[in-house]
């Protein structure tokens, strides 16, 4: 039985990796080749029934997916977006979602912007149908901008500067309560510097303690790496342009320890976003600039499953693909999406304006 059971997770690997070649394969084709094989891969507007802005994004499966938006708006599909669900918390139409972290179609933490009590966090064990407010901001000086789980009960959440530097909550218990982390492990914020709240990816980790945040607003748009669930962070410099309170990083992602992409740029339509995204090897020690970058800026990036130099950035005027980690990015498509996520069952989905919700398909 034992070698049965190898013999069934081995099918399923091959399985998996044969259509993840193709996802990509397609994916990655130049238009000649889609239309020869008739395969595209393009983004399939979802009909989410509702007209705000979903910043945040969770993806769970190519079926279920979260979006999280203005006026206090959650939706939860579990068809692949043939239909959606609005599972809001009750008496939040004056709060502004910008990230979600779901874990299951059940299971899933929501995260409101805001100065002071604006700040909030709520999490749901039924798909939505009640939720529970397991923090509320009390400091006057606090803004919290993202979220991210290492796993199903530690995560952290940060906000901009308090008292000149990063603020760090902390969760072990899925979302279910919070803590303020020490700052004495946190470097000296920039003048200026703090967190864009455009995709719900200033935050993000990658295994069981580590975790980077993303800035911008400062003299250099930084990216802060924690190897202990932030307690403790070290700063680096991006090449990424900062100076000016709309540049800098926007969004990160890290497809092991090592590995992670920074777009960003400045966010003003009338703006150049030149060198809008960047490349590390080694945990964000150091970053390159992409030698092709995105043509503008970008809010957010994933990797796509089982790939090890293919992602995806977005951003309001279009859609990216590196196929060669990060160092040259070319365009797929100009609708426009704030947010990407990415399952390891091949979907991936995004959200942005207008109620606009996608999920790739070929």
């Known amino acids: 039985?034992?070698?049965?059971?190898?013999?069934?997770?081995?099918?399923?690997?091959?399985?998996?990796?044969?259509?993840a070649a193709a996802f990509a394969a397609a994916l990655t084709a130049t238009?000649?080749?889609?239309?020869?094989?008739?395969k595209a891969a393009h983004w399939a507007l979802k009909d989410s029934g509702s007209d705000v802005r979903f910043r945040g994004l969770s993806a769970v499966s190519r079926d279920t997916a979260w979006?999280?938006?203005?006026?206090g708006t959650v939706l939860r599909t579990t068809d692949g977006g043939a239909s959606w669900r609005n599972v809001s918390p009750p008496g939040a139409a004056d709060l502004e979602f910008r990230d979600i972290e779901a874990f299951?179609?059940?299971?899933?933490?929501?995260?409101?912007?805001?100065?002071?009590?604006?700040?909030r966090v709520f999490r749901t064990d039924d798909g939505g149908a009640t939720w529970t407010e397991s923090f509320r901001n009390t400091d006057a000086k606090a803004f919290y901008d993202c979220l991210t789980f290492f796993d199903r009960r530690h995560g952290l959440a940060m906000s901009d500067p308090v008292?000149?530097?990063?603020?760090?909550?902390?969760?072990?218990?899925?979302?279910?309560?919070?803590?303020?982390?020490?700052?004495?492990g946190m470097p000296a914020a920039q003048d200026g510097e703090a967190g864009f709240a455009a995709s719900g990816q200033c935050l993000v980790s990658a295994g069981s303690h580590d975790a980077w945040l993303?800035?911008?607003?400062?003299?250099?748009?930084?990216?802060?790496h924690s190897t202990d669930r932030g307690l403790t962070w070290?700063?680096?410099?991006?090449?990424?342009?900062?100076?000016?309170?709309?540049?800098?990083?926007?969004?990160?992602?890290?497809?092991?320890?090592?590995?992670?992409?920074?777009?960003?740029?400045?966010?003003r339509a009338d703006q150049a976003s030149p060198r809008a995204a960047a490349v590390t090897p080694d945990g964000?020690?150091?970053?390159?600039?992409?030698?092709?970058?995105?043509?503008?800026?970008?809010?957010?990036?994933?990797?796509?499953?089982h790939s090890r130099t293919s992602a995806l950035a977005v951003g309001p005027t279009g859609t990216d693909l590196t196929t060669d980690g990060g160092r040259t990015w070319r365009t797929l498509d100009t609708g426009s999406y704030d947010t990407v996520d990415c399952t390891p069952d091949l979907g991936c989905w995004a959200s942005g304006e207008k109620g606009r919700v996608a999920r790739l398909e070929r």
Do not use: N
């Open 31 to 38: 238009p000649a080749q889609a239309r020869e094989a008739g």
């Open 214 to 224: 993303a800035t911008g607003g400062g003299a250099h748009a930084r990216v802060l």
């Open 234 to 267: 070290k700063a680096a410099e991006t090449p990424i342009p900062a100076g000016d309170p709309a540049r800098g990083v926007f969004a990160l992602a890290f497809r092991d320890r090592a590995h992670g992409l920074a777009v960003g740029g400045d966010y």
């Open 163 to 184: 008292d000149g530097r990063f603020r760090i909550l902390s969760t072990s218990d899925g979302g279910r309560s919070w803590k303020v982390l020490p700052s004495d």
């Open 104 to 119: 299951d179609a059940r299971r899933a933490v929501v995260l409101a912007i805001g100065e002071g009590e604006a700040s």
């Open 1 to 19: 039985m034992r070698g049965l059971g190898k013999s069934r997770r081995t099918s399923r690997a091959v399985t998996v990796g044969l259509c």
């Open 284 to 305: 964000g020690r150091t970053w390159t600039p992409a030698a092709q970058p995105p043509p503008a800026y970008r809010s957010g990036v994933s990797w796509l499953p």
């Open 67 to 71: 979006v999280a938006g203005a006026k």
